[in-house]
């Protein structure tokens, strides 16, 4: 007997999981509130570009779908900084050849994934059908066409939630339950804006790394793309001086840009007409549980843990979910209940580290960069690193270049830090004792 | 001209503010999901009594509302602590004699504050009346008639909400905004019991007391009621070994009680019946941001700020609210919109803060009441507090007995607590200096 799935949102995860579940047997009902991403124009203007990194590509290679997405993506091998003064350094992401991250943009990877999930048997897409209800119980939704207004109930085995961070089927799910839910907005937004490629085609900066303009004022990051463009996107504060809001004339765009990214100026003809053109985007952190309804309704991605930008795992975190979705239904075929509770088990304290990591890489990008004692870390991490490459792994290659799980990642961090505070101490302690030792044996008290 | 205010719950907080708003000349309809307190049997089986202390205490008496109040409750001088061995200890509350808690029903004091707000001028409450959708910008709101299903349009210059934790006026109010909202359940739950008056109609236990079971496994609390019975919450785990979830026997709650509550179990005699036939309650904390919305919309009580009942403050905050919003109110009469900023100034700080003070009682009572660093902590405090009453004075008492906002409370308590820290590091320093010298002056060495 064919099973029925219904999945809320078209996006990364909901594309990915529609996939996977049609392999493990499940007819696939996807709704999408808004357009076909495969349609012109459809979702620009506000996308942060994204950064694939191992978990994600695990999680493609699953599928069977990683050297598509690596050929519409261009290789990173390290990270631009580029200083206040104008100057700029390069840091390879790791010592390894192959810790690389991989630019895509989210319209053409949303394309290739909902594309890839169409063509397996039984998947359909609806796009422009809200969801209006969602009986957590049956399960069942009912499912609004945004053109005609008519209604129609849906009934399915399963409920696959990943319809972002203000998920109505989160909502559903945890409706009059002892729900935690911890939604918070960073008082930071961003705009999207493009440095393209110059006059003779080729690229203004270099294009196998991401580039970074860290600062306390305002941080932008910039990815590249197939076309020899960059995608940036600025952050600032939403609020003060200066700020977001205070940037509404094409003189304060211009000034801002000058001030805080000297460089960038000169890289983005097009500055002023995209800033006031592009919306502002938000940023949201949220952590929640419970993440599943019996056997009958789940959460994959921001749904269940949206997490700021500033680590690039975002993507990579819901394709992780829909991969351990995956086993764990595969591990209990007959026991959905027990599959999502142990989906569950997995990832949400992972998850949830990776939303206080991503917190603290803001704070980082914000403060500590440009610090010599950050500088002085991030080299000892880099030789340790080197000299034992299994031993000693900095939190940041833990992260991006391996799938070892995020609050596993972290304590291993802490265990390494400890060991470096330690060699420290006692290394001072070993320069005391020695001029103790010399004070000891001074002539007069021989 | 008149301005019309809509509030949305018929609360305590609801009708409290209803009357503030009627004296400040609004005109002011009060909708509530639920029925009239004052039919029979109205809330019966899951409301926490209360204990009304100094701040709930001055915002009735500014609405004139004291001496009804009190005269329905019953005072309180202090905690009888019930051990596991089955000894009690009282404990009064403070060294002053007006350091005195009042007991009191919630059904019988929302009573009092509907129908003392009824009788002003332009207040109308309508019970059975769901909000069904809030324009946070007319203000208005769409309120459908629970018994015939007829919706109505209610226009206003204000809309209060103060309808509880999971607020729709909240919702509403921040929908689609950056608005940061943390709501976490407590593991635990709890369920009402009474310890009815004797057969001769004279109390079982003192009644001029909260009487308190502290425990690892279970806690229970009991407050007196006029007719000389107590009602009783019995708080434990949903979950595990034992919890509310084994308790599903006649014999395993008789067991229950009799293991963790020896001496209360002869005090219940419907403590079978009621037990199975109360609902479980839930814990919730909801801590937020913002709390409203341009003049138009704004939350009080639970809505913005619910917190765990273990400092017995829910009520006392959410009738400072009141007090405060109508100060601000009062401050800026023509810009509702700068009133409305600072109420949320003056009170968010403060009720964050009793947020956490409501989750450490919780563990205090759980883990630490019955041990002797507990005890010799608050007999310090207390010996303080009676030598120089201005200068020391334990946070339970500033939070309970004064009406220093919250937070300064606590950033008193904390300057407390250093000196006393330091105090003693400075006689165990003194100590070690005079054992010291001690030494050098031993015989051998003279």
Not at 97 to 121: C, F, K
Not at 211 to 228: I, L, R, S, T, Y
Not at 254 to 269: C, I, N, Q, S, T
Not at 320 to 340: N, T
Request: hydrophobic share 45%; with cysteine.
């Amino acid at each position: 007997m064919t099973r029925h799935a219904v999945i809320a949102g078209a996006g990364l995860a909901g594309s990915l999981a529609a996939g996977y579940l049609a392999r493990r047997g499940y007819s696939v009902r996807v709704f999408e509130r808004r357009g076909d991403p495969r349609a012109a124009g459809a979702g620009e203007g506000r996308s942060i570009n994204l950064g694939l990194s191992a978990r994600g590509m695990r999680a493609l290679a699953a599928a069977g779908l990683l050297d598509d997405v690596l050929a519409r993506s261009v290789p990173m091998r390290g990270r631009v900084v580029h200083h206040p003064d104008g100057t700029t350094a390069f840091q390879p992401y790791g010592v390894a050849a192959h810790q690389i991250l991989y630019s895509v943009l989210r319209r053409d990877l949303n394309a290739l994934l909902v594309d890839a999930a169409e063509t397996r048997h039984g998947v359909t897409f609806h796009f422009g059908h809200r969801l209006d209800r969602i009986d957590r119980d049956a399960p069942a939704v009912r499912v609004v066409d945004a053109a005609t207004g008519a209604a129609t109930e849906v009934a399915a085995d399963l409920v696959v939630g990943a319809d972002g961070a203000f998920s109505a089927v989160r909502e559903q799910l945890q409706h009059g339950r002892r729900a935690d839910l911890h939604r918070e907005f960073l008082d930071w937004g961003y705009k999207e804006l493009t440095i393209p490629a110059g006059a003779d085609g080729r690229p203004r900066v270099r294009l196998d790394a991401l580039h970074v303009w860290p600062g306390q004022a305002a941080m932008m990051v910039a990815h590249p793309n197939v076309d020899g463009s960059l995608t940036c996107t600025l952050f600032a504060p939403f609020e003060g001086e200066p700020s977001l809001a205070t940037l509404d004339t094409p003189a304060a765009v211009r000034g801002f840009v000058r001030r805080y990214f000297p460089d960038a100026e000169a890289l983005m003809p097009r500055l002023v007409e995209e800033f006031f053109d592009h919306p502002v985007g938000q940023l949201t952190t949220v952590r929640t549980a419970p993440w599943r309804h019996a056997g009958k309704v789940v959460l994959v991605g921001d749904a269940c843990h949206a997490v700021y930008p500033f680590y690039g795992q975002g993507m990579n975190s819901a394709f992780e979910d829909c991969l351990v979705l995956d086993e764990c239904l595969g591990a209990y075929p007959y026991d959905a209940s027990r599959a999502l509770a142990e989906y569950e088990r997995r990832r949400r304290p992972h998850t949830d580290v990776l939303a206080d990591l991503s917190v603290r890489n803001f704070v980082e990008l914000r403060d500590r960069v440009h610090r010599p004692a950050y500088a002085a870390k991030a080299a000892a991490d880099r030789m340790l690193n080197r000299l034992a490459p299994r031993a000693w792994t900095p939190l940041y290659t833990m992260v991006a270049h391996t799938t070892v799980p995020y609050a596993d990642a972290l304590a291993r961090a802490r265990r390494q830090d400890r060991i470096l505070r330690c060699s420290a101490a006692l290394a001072a302690a070993g320069a005391a004792i020695g001029s103790y030792a010399a004070l000891r044996r001074r002539p007069g008290r021989r």
